[in-house]
């Protein structure tokens, strides 16, 4: 534009410009990230407000000694404490490729290529018994100039720049339309009406206009939509952690106690022993059922990762084996554990471990198995399902043309401020559309839109541990 032959009189007489110049500074001064050099480091937890990189020479095939041309670093992201990502780089290339588990990386392939620190990151958010990160969501504050002046992880902040881009072009469009039809290029009436082609951008302004109101409505029930299913994802999530957190409470309050007088109301030794297993399982049930449906943790389901798990006591040797013998998906073994909590409590009322008359209690208890079960499965189901191509497809084709249109539409009326418009219809349309994709990503298994709406699935997995253990160490002392 500034090659151009317009004058820079005629930007100087246009608000546009300023608009289109600040977007630009806006976008280009938070694409850039701070990055700190040293040694590496992974620590379990951190505040979602901190962004940390450090850096540490390793090779790809993971062995000690690091070739020189090689180099990790770990990125955090402002509004994502928890996400991780691995950056890889070349002394002999100038650009660095960051690490992480696309969409086509199976579990053979992680088990071959992920790097040990990504997978010991993966196992310590999923392991650990310390919920740093209280808020499975990011949390706001009602106050206006609070919320005006958040950036990280918004729609401004992803719009902004498909808005420079359309900004552009309605100018380039601009430029050419004036120089063919004339007339002002500030004012509106910005071209000659009497000319021909005023007649044929009238026709399309108000086929435009037409095709607006149609955008509108099915772009505000799109919106609806996504997030009635991403509220869904939510609420199955919590539902999940429900039942596992009614085993603990139902199996605390029914185990046999002893009825000495210096340890009345303690649990007994088979008791305890039962209680411990029963945690142990609860404890595997949920970094295997995420593991199975989002593709940040999946790393979780190999080898070695269940080795690292291991190594933290989190998971046995024994049932290490038992698992890898078993003839199931390794997506499965959330299931796997299910049944071992269900036949450990049915051995413990078998061997008298429970309190007599426990009838009630293992109808209630098989019910919210069974409860378990139906919600764990349906999170891939509902995955699956979460929005017709056609539908997805036809939204998207109705905001480019609205949006894409809007240059032609706008300029015979608006002139040079059609520019700015045109940024301003880019930004609400195109950044609703994104807001229902990411609503429509709960998981963030696809990348869109990073760190927009993220549900810390690792602070699921980090209470679910602390539940397994809170209803036994709350009832191992009665005091009656």
Known sequence: IAGSSVRMEVWQKSPSAYVFLLLLLIVVSNRVDCFVTGPISFPAHSKASSATARSRSISPSHSNEAPSSWSFLILRSSSSSESVSVVSSSSTSSKSTPWRVEPHYDIEY????????????????????????????????????????????TILQHGSKKALVYMTISAIISLVLKRVAGGSWVIPGAIDNTSVLAVRMNVFNKV???????????????????????????????????????????????????????????????????????????????????????????????????????DKEFLSSHQMTILQSLDVPRKQYSSVCLEWIIARTIKAEAEGVLVENTESMMHTFLHEACQLRAAANGIPDDLDGRMPLVYAHFVQILVDWLVLGAPLALFAELGSMSILCVGILTLFYEGMLDLAKVFLDPLEN????????????????????????????????LPF
């Open 110 to 153: 992680l088990e071959q290529h992920a790097p040990d620190e990504f997978v010991n990151s993966i196992v310590d958010q999923a392991t650990s018994f310390q919920t740093a990160k209280k808020d499975i969501l990011r949390q706001y504050k009602p106050q206006r100039f609070w919320l005006w002046k958040q950036w990280s992880g």
């Open 208 to 310: 435009w206009h037409y095709s607006m109101t149609l955008t509108t409505f099915l772009l505000t029930f799109f919106v609806s939509q996504a997030y009635t299913f991403w509220r869904a994802m939510y609420s199955t999530g919590r539902k999940v952690q429900g039942r596992l957190n009614d085993f603990g409470m139902l199996l605390a309050t029914h185990t046999k106690r002893i009825s000495t007088a210096n340890d009345a109301g303690k649990y007994t030794k088979e008791g305890a022993e039962f209680l411990g297993e029963v945690s142990s399982f609860v404890r595997l049930f949920s970094p295997f059922l995420w593991a199975a449906n989002s593709r940040k943790f999946r790393v979780l389901l190999t080898d070695r990762g269940m080795q690292r798990m291991v």
């Open 446 to 477: 696809e990348d869109y839109c990073d760190g927009g709406i993220e549900m810390d699935l690792g602070v699921l997995m980090r209470e679910s541990n602390m539940g397994s253990i809170r209803w036994k160490n709350g009832a191992a002392e």
